[in-house]
């Protein structure tokens, strides 16, 4: 397999070992220490009570960005095909098997970072079309002269600008912070805030039969998951059907309902009826229509906050910041979904801020990937404390898993114990 990565005589090291450490060393007098610090803050101790790790000083990724110089030794992307236990049908859309783009970033000190580009059936291009604007990118990097973490983030934004190759620009931005955690020592969760090292994830029942949603709920329930989120929005009977079946499976979770843009208006509220008839109540009732439906998403919102007291979250609606602020300007939606693929690490930094001072609440999600992504995706979460629903639970669709640490899983719980970056790299040589 031919290699897409480019490589260059390796330079000084712009931050040795020793000097990385006396620089942190330097800079403890400078910053405020606390234990609920903000990612522009030095990190001095433990955010987690009980957490294993020492304590150690690591700088917020802001400042990070700003005074870490980035030398690109060597920067590649390769093929990641994974195959599923079973196809997952997922709205309209249909996938037999996981078809994303690993990225390896390697900086001139030997410090690696690791990325996923995730190719989803919904946009208009495919793995090919990734792995070639992916080739662009590391060329770029590994050619470029050596610039703080900022300046090259921002390079990459306008490399890839908007919602297109959003998923592109995510996968760099993940080995780029990945790779220069790891020449800090310092574990993303760190780096993104220090309120936690651990979460609990809810799981995925994708668009199935309701005989097939009962064995997964009752899968999941062995597990421990207590919170499932629900793929329906095909027929309103049949969605019904397979809610009274994982209900059957599974008698006290909670739920997410996701249409995928699935109803009309008029359809979401008679699901809604329905359901509350049957004395099942959803926690969540995610995109019950079309994207553009703006009007239908606030009539449904409307109705399921008042009479059922159901929040409405909004998904394939926020495509860019643009339409995020209409949500929250007209009180369209209670729950904000963002995920990776869709905005990258720096825009999930914006949008979150935006969000928080909205008042609306935070959910983030994961579709076709593996633990390199779904790793980035759950430090991040750990790190800022601040989504009230999580599903990154991806990776236990795969027919296997191809990634070595990244984080600790047991059932719903997952644990964020590496010492550097985020722990997580490929088990196969596809960099060879």
Not at 67 to 95: K, M, Y
Not at 352 to 364: D, Q, T
Request: net charge negative.
């Amino acid at each position: 397999m031919a290699s897409l990565g480019f490589c260059c005589p390796t330079n000084s090291f712009l931050f040795s070992r020793s000097s990385l450490v006396n620089h942190r060393s330097n800079l403890q007098t400078r910053f405020i220490v606390s234990s609920s610090t903000s990612s522009s803050e030095l990190v001095t101790q433990s955010a987690v009570s009980g957490s294993t790790e020492r304590p150690r000083t690591s700088l917020g990724l802001k400042n990070l960005t700003e005074i870490f110089w980035v030398d690109v030794h060597c920067a590649e992307g390769r093929p990641l095909n994974v195959g599923l236990q079973e196809p997952v049908t997922v709205g309209c859309s249909r996938l037999e098997k996981v078809e994303n783009v690993a990225v390896r970033v390697e900086l001139s000190n030997g410090c690696v970072g690791w990325g996923e580009v995730s190719v989803v059936p919904w946009v208009n291009w495919n793995q090919a079309t990734a792995l070639e604007e992916v080739r662009k990118a590391c060329e770029f990097l590994s050619q470029g002269s050596p610039v703080t973490l900022n300046l090259v983030l921002h390079q990459i934004s306008e490399m890839f600008p908007g919602s297109e190759f959003a998923s592109v620009r995510a996968g760099l931005e993940m080995a780029l912070v990945d790779a220069v955690a790891n020449s800090i020592d310092v574990p993303l969760w760190r780096l993104f805030g220090g309120v936690s090292n651990s979460l609990s994830t809810a799981a995925t029942i994708p668009t199935t039969s309701s005989a097939k949603a009962f064995d997964l709920a009752a899968k999941y329930y062995k597990l421990g998951f207590k919170t499932l989120e629900i793929k329906l929005g095909r027929n309103v009977n049949a969605d019904i059907e397979v809610l009274q079946a994982v209900r059957a499976a599974h008698p006290h979770c909670l739920f997410i309902l996701d249409a995928n843009e699935g109803y009309t208006s008029k359809e979401a509220i008679e699901v809604l009826h329905k359901l509350n008839e049957k004395g099942v109540i959803p926690t969540v009732f995610e995109q019950p229509v079309h994207r553009d439906d703006w009007r239908g998403l606030g009539d449904v919102s409307n109705v399921a906050r008042h009479k059922y007291g159901v929040s409405v979250a909004a998904d394939e609606s926020c495509r860019d910041l643009t339409d995020i602020k209409k949500l929250m300007e007209e009180n369209l939606v209670d729950v904000i979904n963002i995920k990776l693929s869709k905005f990258g690490v720096l825009g999930i930094l914006e949008i979150v801020e935006m969000v928080k001072k909205s008042g609306l609440e935070l959910m983030i999600d994961s579709v076709a990937e593996t633990r390199l992504a779904t790793g980035v995706a759950g430090h991040l979460v750990a790190g800022l404390g601040c989504f009230r629903y999580v599903n990154i639970s991806a990776p236990s669709l795969l027919s296997e898993d191809p990634v070595v640490g990244g984080y600790e899983v047991a059932g719903s719980k997952y644990k964020f114990v590496n010492s550097r970056g985020q722990g997580g790299f490929l088990k196969w040589d596809i960099f060879s």
